[in-house]
């Protein structure tokens, strides 16, 4: 069994910061890539950044040189890290990592359960 916990959305003014978290818990053997999405009211859902279990990072051009994405393979957890805010990024943010349990022989995706960002003055 595999859970994923969120944590960090909320309120900020535009302009501001917000970090987000997503940590694994399970029988993890290791993990490959981690993501971040995002879905806005109407839209569909947009991948925002990526970093591989090396480290190479990819984002959105939407949000190059605002956000900043990270991770720590020991402690399975991916961050998020977004300043300068604009009301374009309000969404539900989900992070998405490829995991492999023990006893596998492949990689499979899990989703976080979403956390609210809302951009506002």
């Known amino acids: 069994q595999v859970q994923l916990a969120e944590s960090g959305g909320g309120l900020v003014q535009p302009g501001g910061s917000l970090r987000l978290s997503c940590k694994a818990s399970?029988?993890?053997?290791?993990?490959?890539?981690m993501r971040w999405y995002r879905q806005a009211p109407g839209k569909e859902r947009e991948l925002v950044a990526a970093i591989t279990s090396a480290g190479s990072e990819n984002y959105a051009d939407s949000v190059k040189g605002r956000f900043t994405i990270s991770r720590d393979n020991a402690k399975r957890t991916v961050w998020l890290q977004m300043d300068s805010l604009k009301p374009e990024d309000a969404a539900v943010y989900y992070c998405?990592?490829?995991?492999?349990?023990?006893?596998?022989?492949?990689?499979?995706?899990?989703w976080g359960q979403g956390t609210q960002v809302t951009v506002s003055s």
């Open positions: 998405n990592l490829e995991l492999r349990l023990y006893g596998s022989s492949r990689d499979s995706e899990y």
């Open positions: 399970g029988v993890i053997f290791s993990s490959g890539a």
